[in-house]
């Protein structure tokens, strides 16, 4: 006799109408969610040691908190599988030492969206993407992730769009950022080594960010010419909100390559961005940004006001990942400051 397939214990009617109650509990980020049983948090579960009633999520202002069984809960919702699940739980370590994610960046105007980094050999064992298509759609770690963040952060920590969540426009991607650093083709350390831990560890990284912004760059003839793109690019008007403003760049393999073959190090590379990114007083001034309002100025005309407060990773993160087809980098503007620290998985 034939086995029966699994196919054929499946019900549309009752899965469509499953997801309709779903959608009219309220819970959905807009897309149609995994129904999460008693049984599926548990397999979540145990993929991790920590007790399930540890609180790893709050908003401490509004007194609220997610515990690990919460988490996973919205794990299974957001459509991971059961061995993403250290990385989610990661993802939130990270989070928990972000100053403006305790504070109120969830409920900015900016509706600043969590990058999550991935580094080590769970990148491949889980098949988190790296290369081409990096900050798109089509890989289930990469997407579902941060939508388990994302979930949380709506039915745990109640952060609602029309309510809590004020973003003026918002951003595309708040909730599908993550990516794999291409360790194997990048000539520098990984993120995670400036982020405290030892290569080749399995490691989790997350930085909010308000904006990408390409640097497409494919024709220079010489790595200084690729070097003022981005200043150029990180440097404009229109992202110009505080004094100081930090920035990281997704860069191309092609174009870390073409520095690392001019011999500069990623640190070089950082403090020469840094050295040369920011704009004059005149230059802000004629835009309605002039900075001669602050405290300490008045400011001349042809004073130049840098954007980085100084050359440390925190202020001006570098993760290497995407094709190698065009040299085209990602500049990813940051909401406040990284923290600087990566987290293992546990």
């Given at each position: 006799m034939n086995s029966p397939s699994p196919t054929d214990a499946l019900d549309p009617v009752a899965a469509s109408l499953v997801t309709e109650y779903l959608f009219?509990?309220?819970?959905?980020?807009?897309?149609?969610?995994?129904?999460?049983t008693e049984e599926s948090v548990e397999t979540f579960l145990a993929h991790t040691d920590r007790e399930a009633d540890e609180i790893i999520a709050q908003l401490p202002q509004l007194g609220r908190k997610a515990s690990v069984r919460d988490v996973a809960t919205h794990a299974v919702m957001a459509g991971c599988r059961p061995e993403y699940f250290p990385l989610v739980l990661a993802a939130w370590d990270a989070l928990s030492v972000e100053r403006s994610a305790l504070g109120g960046g969830w409920q900015s105007t900016s509706g600043p969206a969590p990058l999550v980094i991935v580094n080590g050999p769970i990148r491949d064992e889980l098949g988190v993407n790296s290369a081409g298509g990096v900050l798109g759609p089509g890989f289930r770690p990469n997407a579902t992730i941060p939508r388990a963040l994302g979930l949380t952060v709506r039915n745990?920590?109640?952060?609602?769009?029309?309510a809590l969540e004020q973003a003026t426009?918002?951003?595309?991607?708040?909730?599908?950022m993550c990516v794999g650093e291409d360790e194997e083709n990048s000539p520098w350390e990984p993120l995670s080594v400036d982020g405290g831990l030892q290569a080749g560890e399995n490691a989790v990284s997350t930085i909010l960010v308000r904006t990408c912004e390409f640097v497409d760059n494919r024709h220079f003839h010489d790595p200084v010419e690729v070097l003022r793109d981005f200043a150029d690019t990180i440097g404009r008007a229109g992202a110009w909100i505080f004094r100081y403003s930090s920035v990281g760049i997704v860069m191309n393999p092609d174009h870390a390559r073409v520095f690392a073959e001019a011999g500069m190090s990623k640190q070089d590379v950082r403090e020469w961005i840094v050295a040369h990114a920011g704009k004059t007083e005149a230059e802000l001034t004629a835009v309605g940004k002039g900075l001669s309002r602050l405290s300490d100025g008045p400011f001349d005309p042809d004073h130049f006001h840098p954007v980085f407060a100084d050359a440390s990773p925190a202020c001006l993160p570098i993760i290497v990942a995407g094709s190698r087809n065009a040299a085209m980098s990602m500049v990813v503007r940051v909401f406040s400051t990284w923290s600087g620290r990566s987290f293992p998985l546990s």
């Open positions: 009219d509990q309220g819970w959905s980020d807009g897309l149609p969610l995994v129904p999460a745990s920590l109640g952060v609602v769009p029309h426009q918002g951003i595309p991607g708040r909730w599908t």
